[in-house]
């Protein structure tokens, strides 16, 4: 009679990282979902078009994991309007609904442009 041996396994409790905890210390990350959902691009650095790394005018929300003050642009090329992400807790969210799908360059300290705004109502 043969006996069957069984080989037990553990069980691993690690699982791949979900929403806004996918974006890495020391980076800025655009997500193209709400709550950090979606496709996601990660930056250190000034970024002038968004088109190159398939977010223009996709981001929906996002988390600045820097200790730099990032500014949002309208346009490619650091043109039209910005709006600022802090960094530290503060700097993790979604985008006003005005402003979701709308940025199109990203600038690492600033000095930053005339403000977009905040739209009326969701201030």
Partial sequence: MAAAAATV???STAHAADGYDRCPDG?????SGLD???DMI???????DLAALGMNDRAK?????????????????YSGCTAVTSSGPTGKGNFFPTYQNFFSSVQFDGPGGPS????????
């Fill in 9 to 11: 396994l553990p069980v």
């Fill in 27 to 31: 980076y800025y990350c655009m997500f």
């Fill in 36 to 38: 950090g959902t979606g």
């Fill in 42 to 48: 990660k930056l250190r650095g000034n970024t002038p």
């Fill in 61 to 77: 929300s996002d988390w600045n994991r820097t200790a730099s003050t990032i500014y949002l642009w309208s346009d490619a090329h």
């Fill in 116 to 123: 977009c705004g905040t739209p009326p109502g969701e201030g």
